[in-house]
């Protein structure tokens, strides 16, 4: 579940949300549409996945 990752990471890091969907997916209300039940196309998560394994320290690197 994509959700409780993307809220853990903006607990821990203290970034507001609309800053997050911005900068991982060039969409400000991002968080607050996935709050509403939005569910990502398997494109747009594998890209949030990608962006929060090179936030939190993964080893993958982001979609080219």
């Known amino acids: 579940m994509l959700l409780p990752r ?11 949300p609309t800053r997050f969907g911005r900068e991982a997916v060039h969409d400000p209300r ?3 549409d996935l709050r509403n039940g939005r569910e990502p196309r398997p494109a747009t998560a594998a890209r ?4 929060l394994d090179i936030r939190e320290g993964g080893r993958n690197s982001w979609p080219r």
Do not use: D, M, N, Q
């Open 6 to 16: 993307v809220e853990r990471y903006l607990r821990r890091s203290g970034t507001p």
């Open 30 to 32: 991002f968080v607050f």
């Open 48 to 51: 949030v996945s990608a962006y």
